[in-house]
């Protein structure tokens, strides 16, 4: 197959696999359940037509492996996550997996073995969709899995284990999918943009030079519920109306209208639930999630203090009991220069202009770096949208990005570690 027709059977795979979603009218694909199982077994099969000894480890992730010149030899691990967000594109995270297996097919229709192995690993959580904790397939992967999160339960009330088991899985062998560091040369990771600068300056590919940190929370307000014709105003502990101040001071303090502005911090509350929920009833409970991130951990960590420190102003005020639980945190990630510079070689000789660019989303690659240096290559999306069923690339760009990174993978020298 030439680059083209592997271009295509990328494209049919993607397809392919949105189409194994919970949801009838809009693809989300969430962390042990069933979609995830027939992905796992789809990609497990597309890793062997490759030519990888392929399987499934402790926590669903799905692994690839292609030995090199002799077998048993470290591996350059590419590669990225299968789960999705709730009504998400088709691209976010499985175009890293499909495009690495697809440039491992490559190399073996023409019989090629390069002086390293090449191992590609589809993350079976990435997003946190089901259990609101992010990056817990490539976590386990570095060693850096968090075992509370195993008590974190579902919209449905079941907990993580819980549903470990009943997928087949043992949350006693989660510590054996953790890898060791001379397992891995590098980790290398090609993934849509989502967001707009690729496609803003014509450019197909960009060199990832850091992922943003993140923080999120999940707060919990607790009023009184009461009848919305009775109670008046001045008695009231409205729980929805407390969650609203607190939701605006965040957006004033991340978008600087309060506090030093700082460029790319973001805050985003992106899930609100409301009990008891019914039009003639003061909403007792208010739950919300909070999303802070920022280049700098420092610019991140100061944000979510006052955000804290807020809502605690807010309820003392307003005689509202709260509940703040960090569900998640990760510290900004730097990409490794010696990666960015194999890229950047990678992307010139196939006649395109390097830009380096950082990243605002989040990636497995930031839980990767616990173990082994990593690298991003974006890939332009249309209009910089991600996260939602309008998430669009081209072929061309593909294309040139199997091609970027098939000569980055043949060209690849490791470093040389100094013992
Ligand atoms: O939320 C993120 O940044 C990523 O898509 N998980
Ligand atoms: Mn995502
Ligand atoms: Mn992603």
Redesign the pocket.
Known sequence: MDIRQLTNEVMAHLDELATYSEDPCGLTRVFLSPEQKRVSELVLGWMKEAGMEAWTDGIGNVVGRYEGISSGLPALMLGSHLDT?RNAGRY?GPLGVVTAIACVKALHQRQERLPFAIEVVGFSD???TRFHA?LLGSRAMAGTFDYTVLQNVDDKGISMADAMRSYGLDPDKIVHVARRPTDLLAYVELHIE?GPVLETEGLPVGIVTSIAG?TRLMVTLTGSAGHAGTVPMSLRRDALVAAAEAILFIEKRCSGKIGVPVDNLVGTVGQIQVLPGASNVIPGTAKFSV?VRAPADSDRLEAVRDIIKAIQDICSRRRIEYEIRKVHESPSSSCAPWLMTQLEAAIVAEGIQPRYLPSG???DAMAMAAITDIGMLFIRCKGGI??TPDESITPEDVEIGIRVFLRFIREFKPRVRCP
Do not use: R
């Open positions: 967000v976010d990435e997003e946190g992010t989502q993140a999303d989303a989040g990636h991600s996260h």
